[in-house]
């Protein structure tokens, strides 16, 4: 995957250099930068992961030269909003309240939600044993919303910017549980910090707590939405997608 002209403009960001938020021929890429295995820097520095890769090979399918921009997913929607970012690729399920703020593209892989705790503990169904339970789940995110209206008082809830905080209060035993996308739980259980823990609740999909998830832009942009979906029917088709799969995950999450 050729990235060097991402890697170059984010060099340039990073270093405080000028460069214009909506240059003629720059589109602006909301991605995270420190939630693996999406978005984060590897040991050389280097800015790597799901969403970067997939947010290079659609620009490359577009023909378009991008500029990729770090930002926190609570700042997501509204970037996108108030036109600071084209659009964003995160892991942003679309649901009815969304799309009564942005628009959205054709999926670009599958979501669903889980909780993780000290591996052993099995959560029912019905979820009544998170009752009295400290809960980490990351700021603006759907699981946030669902643990306030399903349970209100009945949980701690503690908002953390990004997932890598939010597994760190659990590895640190600040939190009994964090809520989170299920695909967001794979890189911290699978390293030293998450030995001793486990994924302990079935795949949750209702409430909006799973779904499709797909590239939000602001309303009203439907060149560049069409443009957007081309260039996802490019790298499903062409196998790029699949391949970018297969360096983060075990198994197809489109």
């Known amino acids: 995957m050729k990235r060097y002209l991402l890697a170059l403009l984010l060099a ?18 909301a991605i995270n930068n420190n939630d693996k295995p999406f978005g984060y820097f ?6 790597t992961g799901f969403t970067v890769d997939l947010a290079g090979a659609l620009c490359q399918a577009m023909h378009r030269d991008c500029r990729l921009q ?5 700042d997501f929607l509204p970037g996108v909003i108030d036109g600071r970012y084209d659009f964003v690729v995160g892991n942003v399920v679309r649901t009815a309240e969304r799309e009564k703020q942005v628009d959205f593209t054709n999926r670009l892989w599958r979501s669903s939600s889980s ?22 789940v990351q700021k603006g995110a759907i699981q946030e919303k669902y643990l306030r209206e399903s349970f209100g008082d009945a949980v ?43 994924i ?12 499709d998830v797909a590239i939000p832009l602001r309303k009203g942009r439907d060149d560049l939405r069409k443009r957007l979906n081309q260039a996802i029917d490019t790298i499903l088709r062409d196998g790029t997608f699949a391949r970018i799969n ?3 995950f075990k198994a197809d999450v489109f």
């Open 12 to 29: 340039m960001i990073l270093s405080g250099a000028d460069v214009p938020v909506h240059a003629a021929d720059v589109l602006v890429v």
């Open 42 to 47: 590897n040991d050389e520095g280097e800015l």
């Open 70 to 74: 770090p930002a926190l997913f609570a």
């Open 115 to 136: 909780f993780v705790g000290k591996a052993g503990l099995v959560l029912d169904p019905e979820l009544a044993a998170v009752k009295g339970k400290t809960i980490a």
């Open 156 to 198: 701690a809830i503690k908002t953390y910017p990004t997932n890598t905080e939010r597994n760190a209060a659990l590895a640190d035993g600040k939190a009994d549980l964090t809520f989170g996308s299920t695909v967001s739980h794979f890189a911290f259980l699978t390293s030293d910090s998450g030995k001793g823990f486990d």
């Open 200 to 211: 302990v609740s079935g795949p949750l999909f209702d409430h909006g707590l799973g779904g």
């Open 246 to 248: 297969n360096t983060y």
